[in-house]
């Protein structure tokens, strides 16, 4: 299907509230188009934005009916040539906590994370999520940064919810366990389930709390095995991290981590904890 300008009268899917009541099972069967670098154009709250679309099946690149957001203009300077640069707030940079590894910059979600060197960190205008065969969006995420081998993606991290995180000591978080068990299931359901198959086995963890860069949380890992035929892409199993953390304003925000298991270039469990733990506000 060619790139559209969707209206999206709400947030993108990826906002998380209080979570439904469970259905049952291991959630829904959704059935996605999986699509990487495929470029639709958003009209979200009257600005435009891009939706990088992840998965198993990768047409050619097209092009977007809009131009992509112009990069921000490069910060006034007086430092000598020899001087670290400080980042602009609208950069999707930031600098790392973890030498060697790139520093990434949520913007929209006020969050900050590191990711290895090579990872691609994608600009601060673009939404990397996972559609259905009509074209709704599924999930979303943006101040994202992965791996793709060839057409697949191995790895990808973001951050979607509320507006930027709560780091007082009278913060709300009773609702932050479920939300994180809400959100590991919404995306091993929309990044998991092969065209010609069923929602995949999804094993959630306890809720465990966590504190990451002054700010408490909940960190639950999805243990994912696909059902069905794959496709060239489809691993055979996977992971999903969430990290859902309080706001300031509407739904907790949620650090998200979606990665392959038994495929090439696969991350290691203990370099998605590093991630993780790099977890910080956005100053």
């Not at 495929?38 to 709250?45: A, H, S």
């Not at 243990?223 to 691993?235: K, Q």
Request: glycine share 12%.
């Amino acid at each position: 299907m060619p790139p559209q300008a969707h209206p999206v009268p709400g947030p993108l899917p990826g906002g998380y509230g209080p979570p439904p009541p469970p259905s049952g099972g291991s959630g829904a069967a959704i059935g996605v188009i999986l699509a990487i670098a495929l470029v639709v154009v958003l009209i979200v709250g009257g600005g435009i934005t891009a939706l990088v679309l992840l998965g198993r099946r990768a047409p050619a690149p097209r092009p977007t009916t809009s131009p992509a957001l112009p990069p921000p203009p490069a910060p006034e300077s007086s430092a000598s040539p020899s001087s670290s640069p400080v980042p602009s707030p609208t950069s999707s940079t930031v600098r790392p906590q973890i030498a060697g590894w790139q520093g990434v910059a949520a913007v929209k979600h006020r969050l900050a994370y590191d990711v290895p060197p090579g990872w691609k960190v994608q600009s601060v205008g673009m939404i990397v999520g996972f559609e259905d065969a009509e074209g709704n969006i599924l999930a979303g995420m943006s101040g994202a940064a992965g791996i793709q081998q060839g057409e697949c993606t191995r790895i990808q991290t973001g951050v979607s919810g509320g507006s930027a995180p709560d780091t007082s000591p009278s913060a709300t978080t009773s609702e932050l366990p479920s939300t994180a068990q809400y959100a590991a299931r919404r995306w091993a359901n929309a990044g998991y389930t092969p065209k010609n198959g069923s929602a995949p086995s999804v094993q959630l963890s306890s809720p465990v709390r966590v504190v990451r860069g002054g700010i408490t949380g909940y960190h639950v890992t999805a243990t994912v095995t696909l059902n069905g035929t794959r496709g060239p892409c489809d691993p055979p199993r996977a992971v999903v991290h969430t990290v859902a953390f309080p706001s300031t304003e509407g739904d907790p925000v949620v650090f998200i981590t979606v990665a392959d298991r038994g495929v090439p270039l696969e991350q290691s469990d203990d370099l998605i904890s590093r991630t993780i733990s790099s977890i910080r506000p956005l100053s």
